[in-house]
């Protein structure tokens, strides 16, 4: 019944950090099957609890089949999955009569930008249209800005922050506040998302139907700035300005060099250039509020704790698959 919470959740890229997030935080509320779908020949491990069924997405006969019967689809791909993918995957789920899809978008709201120019908007968009072109499926996305242990662990060009080094490169003034979100508090959203009744008709209480559409589910951990994350490593590490190497540079020059570096097919120009714009003042977008964080009861978080993550991701040389397709 439509008054009934989500039961049956199909997760791709289960065995991925944010996919993974998502379906430990499902299993622990004791209320879903969870489901990861992955592809023939993958190696990845999905958290204990979940179902795994293995698909060939060059056959969408095994698409459809392994998404009968599941009501919502999160789709986690990796910065390097081919570009007909996501498109192939949505369309399975609308064959397969998936209520609500959640595409593979998780970073700033896109309901009110009005400059769609670049290459990572339009991506995102057209990700948002691949579930309105299956006829079928509800979109429901995540605005969770970028996630903060990530970007901070993984080098200069995301945060500014070379934390082995100590080197941090500080983007016009460094006081710009952005929002981000950990993958902790993306798993509670999701798994908090799926609790509450899909319709509550007469009844002004929450319930999934609230989120589909444009603006989808808007979530924070932190509202931070490069001037903060570093007063929270010396907090964590013990140190001062004067152990770090601190440049400066404007958010202009970063967006300029990171595009020259795009031309030549350097993907840290496009890092470079994508989080240079988020740090800049003049970005609408960049310090939203989360404004689902108290209609699904999230928590408060600890900047210091989610720092201290990030440089056990350093400390463990972690590196995410756009690292490794980095020069």
Not at 11 to 28: H, K, M, T
Not at 35 to 59: F, H, I, M, Q, W
Not at 123 to 136: C, H, I, T
Not at 311 to 318: G, H, P, Q, R, T
Request: proline fraction near 4%; include cysteine.
């Amino acid at each position: 019944m439509a008054t009934e919470p989500v039961q049956t959740v199909a997760i791709v890229g289960a065995s991925g950090r944010i996919g993974g997030a998502f379906a430990e935080a499902l299993l622990q509320t004791g209320k879903h099957t969870v489901t990861a779908l992955s592809r023939k020949g993958s190696k990845g491990t999905v958290p204990e609890g979940v179902n795994k069924v293995v698909v060939d997405y060059d056959d969408e006969s095994t698409v459809v089949e392994a998404l009968k019967g599941q009501q919502f689809l999160i789709i986690t791909l990796s910065f390097n999955a081919a570009p007909d993918l996501h498109p192939k995957i949505v369309a399975a789920a609308g064959k397969a009569q998936v209520a609500y899809v959640m595409p593979n978008y998780y970073s700033y709201p896109l309901h009110n930008v009005t400059d769609t120019s670049d290459f990572y908007t339009k991506l995102s968009l057209e990700r948002l249209q691949d579930v309105s072109r299956n006829g079928f499926s509800a979109q429901v996305t995540m605005a969770c800005g970028f996630w903060y242990e990530w970007s901070l662990a993984l080098g200069e060009e995301w945060f500014g922050f070379d934390i082995a080094r100590r080197k941090v490169t500080i983007i016009d003034d460094g006081k710009r506040t952005i929002t981000a979100t950990t993958w902790d508090q993306c798993g509670r959203a999701v798994a908090a998302l799926l609790s509450l009744p899909q319709k509550s008709p007469g009844s002004s209480s929450p319930s999934l139907a609230d989120f589909i559409g444009d603006k989808g589910l808007l979530i924070e951990s932190f509202h931070v700035s490069q001037r903060d994350m570093l007063d929270s490593l010396h907090r964590v590490l013990g140190t001062t300005d004067s152990d770090w190497n601190i440049v400066h540079e404007s958010s202009d020059k970063r967006r300029k060099d990171g595009a020259e570096a795009l031309k030549r097919n350097d993907v840290r120009g496009f890092v470079k250039l994508l989080f240079a714009n988020i740090f800049d003042a003049s970005n609408p977008v960049s310090n939203y509020v989360g404004e689902a964080n108290l209609t699904l009861s999230l928590p408060k978080e600890d900047l210091d704790e989610s720092t201290r993550r990030a440089i056990d991701m350093v400390n463990s040389e972690y590196r995410s698959s756009v690292d490794l397709d980095l020069p």
